[in-house]
T-cell receptor
Framework: GQSLEQPSEVTAVEGAIVQINCTYQ??????LSWYQQHDGGAPTFLSY????GLEETGRFSSFLSRSDSYGYLLLQELQMKDSASYFC????????????FGKGTMLLVSP | DADVTQTPRNRITKTGKRIMLECSQT?????MYWYRQDPGLGLRLIYY???????NKGEISDGYSVSRQAQAKFSLSLESAIPNQTALYFC????????????FGPGTRLTVL
């Protein structure tokens, strides 16, 4: 089977840097995706890492270590609008058919 | 216009009623998905479809059925709604080579009394 673990909640202040971790267990691995979801809204895709290392997109970066079955999402220069839930997800091993999502990390950014 | 639309956006119904949630997309994707979201449980897959003729059960398909009427339309039905099906339901689409990047509709908030 597959399982993903991420913290349920993280708090930070505006302007700070925050890291949201995700560890996964899967018998086959393609890569790690990250999604953002504002309260009651649609999840939106942020990034996908298939290879080890750090990928940067503006204020957001995502890191993957395949040997450690671990990845993280790094948010810099936090803004109030970054308050949201963040989900990591991995493709299912069978036929690269669907995604399995973690339970999500709620990020609360305070002034 | 939104790429993935869902109707209705909100629905309150009673136990035992049949409910249909509809999803349409203009992205031209073959793959479509239905998810259910409950607080603290993340997104769980109900059904998915590779194309009009290929429909597959997800991890929580019991009590649900689907219909893929066209490439652009994928409907989810609750044949006899029960209170524990109260949840937020999302439809999503993806390119078959990029299932890591899924495009979600705005969601349907369903309450079963």
């Amino acid at each position: 089977g597959q399982s993903l673990e991420q913290p349920s909640e993280v708090t930070a202040v505006e302007g700070a840097i925050v890291q949201i971790n995700c560890t996964y267990q899967t018998s086959g691995f393609y890569g790690l995706s990250w999604y953002q979801q504002h309260d009651g809204g649609a999840p939106t895709f942020l990034s996908y890492n298939a290879l080890d290392g750090l990928e940067e997109t503006g204020r957001f970066s995502s890191f993957l270590s395949r040997s450690d079955s671990y990845g993280y999402l790094l948010l810099q220069e936090l803004q109030m609008k970054d308050s949201a839930s963040y989900f990591c997800a991995v493709p299912r091993r069978e036929g690269y058919s669907t995604l399995t999502f973690g339970k999500g990390t709620m990020l609360l950014v305070s002034p | 216009d939104a790429d993935v639309t869902q109707t209705p956006r909100n629905r309150i119904t009673k136990t035992g009623k049949r409910i249909m949630l509809e999803c349409s997309q203009t992205k031209g994707h073959d793959r479509m998905y239905w998810y259910r979201q409950d607080p603290g449980l993340g997104l769980r897959l109900i059904y998915y479809s590779f194309d009009v003729k290929d429909i597959n059960k997800g991890e929580i398909s019991d009590g649900y059925s689907v219909s893929r009427q066209a490439q652009a339309k994928f409907s989810l039905s609750l044949e006899s709604a029960i209170p524990n099906q109260t949840a937020l339901y999302f439809c999503a689409t993806s390119d078959p080579t990029r299932i890591d990047e899924q495009f979600f509709g705005p969601g349907t908030r369903l309450t079963v009394l």
